[in-house]
């Protein structure tokens, strides 16, 4: 019975690190996910009301999310490709 418990030990101790190292990437994307959707909202209001879906075709929303979050992530000081230290 020791045995059969020391040969578990090494792949029920790569699980549960795999699981660990997974469960943030899966959380950031679900958070992405729950911004894309919000931002999209707004993205379909921007797209009506500047009548982009004539210029940009059935691509509109996409584009507009799109730019709508770097313009979120501009503003918040997050996304910062060319600065040097």
Do not use: A
Request: glycine share 4%; proline share 4%; charged share 20%.
């Amino acid at each position: 019975m020791r045995d059969y418990k020391k040969r578990l030990v090494k792949p029920r101790n790569k699980v549960v690190s795999g699981m660990m190292y997974l469960l943030p990437i899966f959380i950031l994307f679900i958070v992405v996910e729950k911004l894309w959707y919000k931002v999209s909202h707004l993205g379909k209001i921007v797209v009506h009301n500047l009548h982009l879906d004539d210029f940009f075709g059935k691509y509109s929303l996409t584009i507009t999310t799109g730019l709508l979050i770097l313009l979120i992530f501009m503003c918040l000081d997050i996304w910062r490709p060319y600065q040097s230290l």
